[in-house]
């Protein structure tokens, strides 16, 4: 069946170094890679996403990859600051067309000490 | 837009009550999407609802659970019986599969649900 594996489960990183999240999908299909941070007691928050016509996208310190020959694709943040701690999933949409539906990856924990 | 809206924030009852979460999408989305999230388990989608029809509840754990949408602008999720092992954060989410912004999936802020 579909499914996005995450990697790693847990990451901790020093205040201005670099984040790298990995996941893989397995429906050749899915065609829009979303990533979203969660900080405590709050909902998950879309932070950048890539469609499958594109390799790569940036917003400010943080940047998404896409490989789908490997089906892959990674996020990275530079400058990594304390307000960078908290859970990011990724997710895929769901091969079959338009359904609206995500499959999302285990979550990463990120913790970023000052 | 105010963004998904969910009431109670938190919910706290009894195992075998009737437990019922609420939410509002946000305008003019045409999904809507219920999840759980838990530590063991992560982030769940129970089911999901495409112009107020429901389209997959494959994710729905058992009878005790069922979900509506009456209308374009409100979904409830119940539990009855409620059970301890349903305490988790249960959120909704919505999204409008058109355009540029499609698959793009909007969080509420969840309900805390603890069952004693």
Known sequence: GENVEQHPSTLS?????????????????SNYFPWYKQELGKGPQLIIDIRSNVGEKKDQRIAVTLNKTA???SLHITETQPEDSAVYFCAASSGSSNTGKLIFGQGTTLQVKP | DAGVIQSPRHEVTEMGQEVTLRCKPISGHDYLFW????????????????????????????????????????????????????SAVYFCASSLMAGTSAYEQYFGPGTRLTVT
């Open chain 2, 35 to 86: 999840y759980r999230q838990t530590m063991m388990r992560g982030l769940e989608l129970l089911i999901y609802f495409n112009n107020n029809v429901p389209i997959d509840d494959s994710g729905m754990p058992e009878d005790r659970f069922s979900a509506k949408m009456p209308n374009a602008s409100f979904s409830t999720l119940k539990i009855q019986p409620s059970e301890p092992r349903d």
């Open chain 1, 13 to 29: 990183v020093q205040e201005g170094d670099s984040a790298v999240i990995k996941c893989t999908y397995s429906d050749s299909a």
């Open chain 1, 71 to 73: 089906k892959h694709f």
